[in-house]
């Protein structure tokens, strides 16, 4: 079992940019897939970006390619999600998730999310 929890959330203006961190707890960090969702208001909640166990496989929505990057550290059990060029759309709850599979989108832990806030 691995605990999640999201930092670096906050207010930024469109074009601006945020780094989000996630960090887990527990001894197998390095075996889980990882991944990042958001749910915006009266929406349902979405997959961003994920990355595999060992670094080599990366996922992203088509909103967000070129602009956001997830990578992760396993020596101090970390998965970060830097977000460029962000507009008010990206305005969600982000929420980290750990799993099986980021190819089969098979997340099983969850974190208790952290607030981005994009004004235009």
């Known amino acids: 079992q691995v605990q999640l929890a999201e930092s670096g959330g906050g207010l930024v203006q469109a074009g601006g940019s945020l780094r989000l961190s996630c960090a887990a707890s527990?001894?197998?960090?390095?075996?889980?897939?990882m991944g990042w969702f958001r749910q915006a208001p009266g929406k349902e909640r979405e997959f961003v970006a994920g990355?595999?166990?060992?670094?080599?496989?990366?996922r992203y929505v088509d909103s967000v390619k070129g602009r956001f990057t997830i990578s992760r550290d396993n020596a101090k059990n970390t998965v970060d999600l830097q977000m460029n060029s962000l507009k008010p759309d990206d305005t969600a709850v982000y929420y980290c998730?750990?799993?099986?599979?980021?190819?089969?989108?098979?997340?099983?832990?969850w974190g208790q999310g952290t607030q981005v806030t994009v004004s235009s």
């Open positions: 990355i595999s166990w060992n670094n080599i496989t990366t």
């Open positions: 527990g001894r197998t960090f390095s075996s889980y897939a």
């Open positions: 998730a750990a799993g099986s599979s980021v190819v089969l989108g098979q997340y099983t832990y």
